[in-house]
């Protein structure tokens, strides 16, 4: 098939690759000279393990090209919306600008029988409105709602093989029948045996990805809320999820106490759901999800002031060391990173933070030049007085006592992910935090 992806950020970079790679002709469109520059030369723009190599290979076939000019997707059939929906400035409304601009631009080159497929995460009512925008402009081409679930540093992996797929569709059934089998076809190489499948209409189709992620948001909310009273109550949160997580109605996973979560997805999708639920007259069943953003910020407040308490009342002038400033490991994503805020606020407080991190350096970087930054482990600790540990690479998480021992100035660290062994930092002679756990 031919393809379009409109938008070429974390998601449609992803997406136009992994379409390559599952046998299709692709062209990526994006208005950023840069993005399309280094996607048209096999390089990743951002950090996600498998995207080099597959970039590689599609670019190789022939199938994969990258373009700013929008005339370029006229001879695609199916066009995928990936632009983003960042958290509008000065308010929790998702802002729009991205989508409908991205569909303007695209209505000159649609044709009869082509479909648009929106990826994007959006306030529910998006998709009927742009429906009926595209219909209106181009008789006989239609829209599709398809939510992408990816989780970043397994995008490739979550994009090629999904463990779910939901098709959102119009309600008119020989539309519905066309743009099924259209997707049908996207997908085939994709759908292994037993995928799950939900076909639905737009409004549902957006719902559950917001809702999917609102129900993550909430999952990890209500395990630092619980971590809280842990921590008061001289009982080990880790412990606890293990044993709550044996129920197989609540799960284990995604029950990781530590500094919240951050990212360009949970944190503005949470308040967008709740600003989008005021403007339809129901803000009052998602008041839960102020909670669980209030939750997830105090995480951050906490390490702060376990900071400041650990150094003896206050942080000014003290050398703190802070590993890991992407939201999450395996990504070079800074965007409302907790790990970062955390260094922020102590830099605020007139604390030394040298801080570092396997990918995110330059990201971090360009957003908040005042910190300090340093390229390895071995710099960051040394003459510290403080360690946090704030994002669980993999590399930290191997962190022995032995390793950073004879650097530092103090031997204080916060485990802000709960990844390291507290009996075995505590019989070295350090002072050693965690988040919910003794
Ligand atoms: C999320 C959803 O998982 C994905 O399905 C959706 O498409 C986009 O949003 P992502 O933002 O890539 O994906 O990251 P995710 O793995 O969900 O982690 C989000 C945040 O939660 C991270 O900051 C992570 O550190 C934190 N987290 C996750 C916890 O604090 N505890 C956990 O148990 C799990």
Request: hydrophobic share 45%.
């Amino acid at each position: 098939m031919k393809i379009s992806v409109v938008g070429c950020g974390y998601l449609g970079a992803v997406h136009a690759a992994a379409m390559a790679e599952l046998g299709h002709t692709v062209v990526g469109v994006d208005v950023d000279e840069r993005k399309i520059e280094a996607l048209s030369e096999g390089r990743a723009p951002f950090f996600e393990p498998g995207l080099p190599e597959i970039l590689t290979s599609a670019s190789a076939s022939g199938r994969l090209r990258f373009s700013t000019d929008m005339a370029e997707v006229a001879d695609a059939t199916v066009h995928f919306i990936a632009v983003g929906t960042p958290q509008k400035p000065g308010s929790h409304s998702a802002d729009m600008t991205y989508v409908d601009a991205a569909v303007d631009a695209l209505l000159p080159h649609l044709k009869a029988g082509d479909l648009v497929v929106g990826k994007s995460t959006v306030p529910v009512g998006t998709a009927a409105r742009l429906a009926a925008t595209v219909k209106a402009a181009v008789p006989g081409a239609d829209l599709a709602w398809n939510p992408e679930f990816l989780r970043e540093g397994f995008a490739v992996k979550d994009t090629i093989s999904p463990d779910r797929l939901v098709y959102g569709i119009s309600d008119d059934a020989d539309l519905a029948a066309t743009a099924k089998a259209a997707l049908d076809e996207v997908y085939s190489k994709a759908l292994g045996e037993g995928t799950p499948l939900v076909v639905t209409d737009y409004a549902t189709a957006e719902l559950v990805k917001i809702s999917a992620n609102a129900f993550l948001a909430t999952k990890i909310s209500f395990i630092n809320a619980i971590s809280e009273i842990a921590e008061v109550a001289g009982a080990n949160v880790s412990e606890l999820a293990d044993a709550i997580g044996y129920d197989a109605r609540i799960g284990r996973r995604f029950l990781n106490a530590g500094i919240g979560f951050g990212g360009g997805c949970l944190p503005k999708d949470i308040r967008a759901f709740g600003a989008r639920a005021e403007e339809l007259g129901r803000g009052e069943a998602l008041t839960f999800l102020k909670e669980v953003d209030a939750i997830n910020l105090r995480r951050r407040q906490r390490v702060v002031d376990m900071v400041v308490e650990m150094l003896g009342g206050q942080a000014f002038d003290k050398k703190v060391a802070v590993l890991g400033l992407a939201f999450k490991p395996d990504s070079d994503d800074i965007r409302d990173s907790p790990a970062l805020d955390i260094a922020v606020q102590l830099n605020g407080l007139g604390a030394v933070v040298s801080a570092t991190d396997p990918h995110a350096i330059s990201n971090a970087k360009a957003k908040h030049p005042q910190l300090h930054f340093v390229e390895s482990v071995g710099e960051a600790v040394a003459h510290a007085e403080i360690v946090l540990l704030l994002t669980e690479w993999s590399e930290y998480r191997a962190l022995t006592p032995a390793d950073i021992e004879s650097a530092v100035a103090g031997k204080r660290i916060i485990d802000g992910r709960n990844v390291l062994s507290s009996p075995e930092w505590r019989s070295a002679g350090w002072d050693y935090r965690a988040m919910g756990r003794p």
